[in-house]
């Protein structure tokens, strides 16, 4: 019983410490989880009519790892593999940039463009379309 | 002076390059490519030879992106029997594509690009598949490339691909067929650990007879698994005579670990009108060093003839 509401306390503190977000000026209102795994792996790069950017912070950044764990369930080999792959056949990687800073900044500039943050760095500019 | 500035260029480049991901050169160009060296010993054969040098260029902007891949096949061979050496420097295109996405269920692609059948004929380059072997279905039943345009996408989760070819291949060399005209439609789908292709498609031989197929793959896979069925079956026709021919292989493939992994195949071909049959049992074990280098070795039975050849192959993709 102790175990569970050790258990049951720890997914409430960890619980939608993070968001996905757009720029308030996309039309794009909300995402489901597996439409994310697929625009971030770039098998899907479309959301209804609107055109996606998926972005990426760099690979050690905690916010990357627990969006790779929550949303694209892959461990770090898994996606370098899966990228590997798909460089044979012509596809990039999604964008990175080096900090949540310069990432909310990217998304405010560069329409379609899609990444997570921290929770607590949303501004009113920033759209959030899922939390995870 | 100029030694030290050589040296410290050397080691950025080998700190930004990583192997298996290509290098980015500029914002509108990256380069990657890959290569296989191989060995077979059998009945008739005892060669060693660098099979495959290839080098691929491509990128991606807004709607547009581009590929381009030149290959050189049989670069080098040695044969121990004749005490051979042969040397083929000429590269040839492989792929050389250009697409346009208007929207998630419309892509379009010209060019000169795999076609779009099943699981085995979509990676076509010895480090990225199971087995250095192609299975016969690959090879006899259509043709691997296609030179003309793609309309593809996704209606809901369905893949669809619909190309058609109305001329000469962009560069001939290495196509197990060569066709003039050459049009089909295949339907994908996948799911968590399953996923079906069913392909149909029509082409016509630069020796004129005209073939029409059917194709059918279906594929099972889970985190130690991963198993693969492909049937396809053909008509040949030509002025006077026509022949029915298919060909479908088995394969099982487990994973030991991440480096680490054993593949059992079963194929068999039948063309009866020419009396040709085949059935092949194949074992594998293929060990990833790291996951763009594969070392392989593989063990073939022909079982109508009971010939067996075993092949052992490294390649690296970069």
Do not use: C
Request: proline fraction near 2%.
């Amino acid at each position: 019983m102790k175990k569970l509401i050790v258990i049951f306390l720890t997914s409430l503190l960890f619980a939608n410490d993070y968001v996905v977000i757009i720029s308030n000026s996309n039309k794009i209102e909300e995402v489901k989880k597996d439409e994310l795994k697929n625009i971030f792996l770039k098998k899907r790069n479309f959301v209804g009519e609107v055109k996606v950017y998926p972005v990426n912070l760099p690979a050690d950044n905690l916010v990357r790892k627990r969006f790779e764990k929550s949303i694209l369930n892959m461990d770090r080999e898994d996606i370098s593999e899966y990228w590997m792959e798909k460089h044979y056949y012509g596809i990039t990687p999604p964008f990175i940039q080096n900090s949540e800073v310069a990432l909310i900044k990217f998304i405010k500039n560069f329409d379609g463009a899609i990444g997570y943050i921290s929770k607590e760095k949303i501004d009113k500019e920033l759209k959030v379309i899922y939390e995870f | 002076m100029r030694f030290i500035t050589l040296l410290l260029l050397l080691i950025n480049f080998l700190n930004a390059y990583d192997l298996g991901k290509g290098l980015e050169l500029t914002k509108y160009l990256k380069v990657g490519g890959y290569t296989s060296f191989e060995y077979e010993k059998s009945k008739y054969e005892n060669e060693i030879e660098i099979e495959d040098i290839a080098l691929i260029l491509y990128s991606e902007y807004l709607n547009f992106s581009y590929l381009v891949e030149f290959e050189s096949s049989d670069f080098a061979k040695y044969n121990f029997m004749k005490h051979e050496s042969e040397l083929n420097e000429e590269f040839h295109i492989e792929r050389a594509y250009i697409d346009y996405q208007f929207s998630q269920k419309f892509k379009v692609r010209v060019g000169k690009f795999i076609t779009p059948i099943g699981y085995w004929n979509l990676t076509p380059v010895n480090v990225l598949r199971d087995s250095l072997l192609n299975p016969i279905y690959s090879d006899r039943i259509f043709p691997k490339y296609v030179t003309g345009a793609k309309v593809y996408g996704y209606l809901g989760n369905y893949e669809y691909s619909l190309f058609n070819q109305n001329k000469n291949a962009i560069d001939k060399e290495y196509l197990n067929i060569s066709v003039d005209k050459y049009y089909g439609l295949s339907i994908k789908r996948e799911f968590e650990n399953f996923g079906f292709d069913i392909s149909i498609g029509e082409f016509r031989e630069l020796s004129e007879s005209e073939s029409h197929y059917l194709s059918l793959s279906l594929k099972y896979q889970t985190k130690k698994w991963q198993h693969l069925f492909e049937y396809a079956i053909a008509e040949d026709e030509w002025v006077e005579e026509r022949a029915i021919k298919y060909a479908f292989y088995l394969q099982s493939r487990y994973r030991v670990d991440r480096k680490n992994y054993i593949t059992l195949r079963y194929e068999h071909f039948d063309n009866r009108e020419f009396n040709e049959k085949d059935d092949i049992v194949f074992l594998g074990y293929n060990h990833r060093i790291k996951y763009p280098i594969s070392l392989k070795f593989e063990l073939v039975n022909e079982l109508n003839s009971n010939e067996s050849r075993f092949t052992t192959s490294l390649s690296v993709l970069f």
